[in-house]
């Protein structure tokens, strides 16, 4: 099923144009911030009171990167709630847990301007759009590609060679987001240029280091515009 928006870029550049592609988790919050937050949302509906609730299921589930037919099982177990109701309040409140940062519109619009060419290229199933339409970043982006609708997920080189093709331009540029092997090191195989969003656990070592680390999007567009 294809599964990408597309919408041919407008710059009049002859020689070169900027491309970005960056991972939605980046766009909106941290992977792991986004769980946190849903995470302390569904202890309380689910009335766990546990003192150390919180932190056992960000550690099991790797700070946002879990899979959930992993540690659903555990968590249910561990807190004596059904696994269906820890599943059922994810589907409820997952999106509403997301926490839009305003200035991320503001800084892909400053790139937009700048002849940027952007795509927005995610891991999961087709509710991530979802997630895309709740923080209002579909208009912002010239392809948008959800891993599960197209067959591949990052990182596998065709997802973002169907970005790139779905933008109408050479696979070149960066790669923005938070996963070490997902996003940057997924890019940099292809030939990108790796803007690593620093989360929670250290860069791996056995990991070539990013082209550049960031904190915000701020922080990169500053310094690719400079």
């Not at 592609?21 to 980046?26: A, E, K, N, P, Q």
């Not at 960000?58 to 959930?68: A, E, H, L, S, T």
């Not at 982006?141 to 891993?147: E, G, I, L």
Request: charged residues 25%.
């Amino acid at each position: 099923c294809f599964a990408a928006r597309s919408r041919r870029a407008t710059s009049h550049e002859s020689t070169y144009t900027a491309r970005m592609l960056v991972s939605i988790t980046w766009s909106i919050s941290s992977s792991d911030i986004l769980f946190a937050r849903w995470a302390s949302g569904m202890l309380e509906r689910q009335q766990i009171d546990a003192p150390d609730a919180l932190e056992w299921l960000i550690d099991v589930d790797g700070n946002g990167y879990g899979d959930k037919n992993r540690w659903m099982p555990l968590a249910a177990e561990r807190f004596d709630v059904a696994e269906a109701a820890i599943a059922a309040d994810r589907e409820a409140h997952w999106v509403a847990s997301i926490e839009v940062n305003a200035s991320v519109g503001v800084a892909l619009t400053r790139l937009a301007d700048a002849g940027w060419v952007l795509g927005l290229v995610t891991n999961g199933p087709p509710g991530q759009w979802d997630k895309i339409h709740a923080a209002r970043l579909a208009g912002h982006f010239d392809a948008v590609v959800v891993s599960e609708l197209v067959g591949a997920r990052k990182p596998e080189p065709e997802i973002f060679q169907l970005a790139a093709e779905l933008c109408g331009h050479p696979l070149d540029g960066w790669m923005v987001g938070d996963h070490p092997h997902f996003d940057i090191e997924g890019g940099r195989r292809v030939g990108l240029n790796g803007a690593w969003m620093r989360g929670p656990d250290p860069w791996p070592d056995e990991l070539a280091p990013p082209t550049m680390t960031v904190e915000t999007i701020e922080e990169f567009v500053d310094a690719v515009l400079c």
